[in-house]
T-cell receptor, first 112, second 111 residues
Framework: EAQVTQNPRYLITVTGKKLTVTCSQN?????MSWYRQDPGLGLRQIYY???????DKGDVPEGYKVSRKEKRNFPLILESPSPNQTSLYFC???????????FGPGTRLTVL | SQQGEEDPQALSIQEGENATMNCSYK?????LQWYRQNSGRGLVHLIL?????REKHSGRLRVTLDTSKKSSSLLITASRAADTASYFC???????????FGKGMKLTVNP
């Protein structure tokens, strides 16, 4: 089954404790991206990647890191999480930015 | 950020009625996409319309694009309770690989 998976689905952590949210897709897509969703603000793109080893900032990259060492995986790293990063995070993949995006189920992160 | 803006922000209708949602944007675009999200779940792609297209249909969905007015509309005909969801438009701008989403609008279809 074609899908995008994210782990964990729910995470409660404390300020400053490094964490990684994994994202994996099995559709051989070149384009992958991370979004955060906050009430009243819609989805905002954090980072995107057009291919292996090619990443670029979205609209809200501060406080986040990403890597794309393999085509299928695109982890999101929070080196020192802060409470303002409490949000619902979505990973998505597609053939390209102009194509249909396939979204993962979301990761609800709470930073205390 | 040149995100699309959906209008209205919320709409409540009765089952069987048509629902129209609008999206306005500020820059030139490559294409415009519409997505649906059910209560905190992942977004699901509905339809994509390219900048050189004016209208597309998919089942009960009809999307129009007016690049001179920088706006798009999504029409859902004969709505069902299962259409209750949030709807987002998303644009890709000329010369950019970013995909920019609007803030979304909430549709409630009452049985």
């Amino acid at each position: 089954e074609a899908q995008v998976t994210q782990n964990p689905r729910y995470l409660i952590t404390v300020t400053g404790k490094k964490l990684t949210v994994t994202c994996s897709q099995n559709m051989n897509h070149e384009y992958m991206s991370w979004y955060r969703q906050d009430p009243g603000l819609g989805l905002r793109q954090i980072y995107y990647s057009m291919n292996v080893e090619v990443t670029d900032k979205g609209d809200v990259p501060e406080g986040y890191k990403v890597s794309r060492k393999e085509k299928r995986n695109f982890p999101l790293i929070l080196e020192s999480p802060s409470p303002n990063q409490t949000s619902l995070y979505f990973c998505a993949s597609s053939l390209g930015s102009v194509n249909e995006q396939f979204f993962g189920p979301g990761t609800r992160l709470t930073v205390l | 950020s040149q995100q699309g803006e959906e209008d209205p922000q919320a709409l409540s209708i009765q089952e069987g009625e048509n629902a129209t949602m609008n999206c306005s944007y500020k820059t030139s675009i490559n294409n415009l996409q519409w997505y649906r999200q059910n209560s905190g779940r992942g977004l699901v792609h509905l339809i994509l319309i390219r900048s050189n297209e004016r209208e597309k249909h998919s089942g009960r969905l009809r999307v129009t694009l007016d690049t001179s007015k920088k706006s798009s509309s999504l029409l859902i005909t004969a709505s069902r309770a299962a259409d209750t969801a949030s709807y987002f438009c998303a644009i890709t701008q000329g010369g950019s690989e970013k995909l920019v989403f609007g803030k979304g609008m909430k549709l409630t279809v009452n049985p």
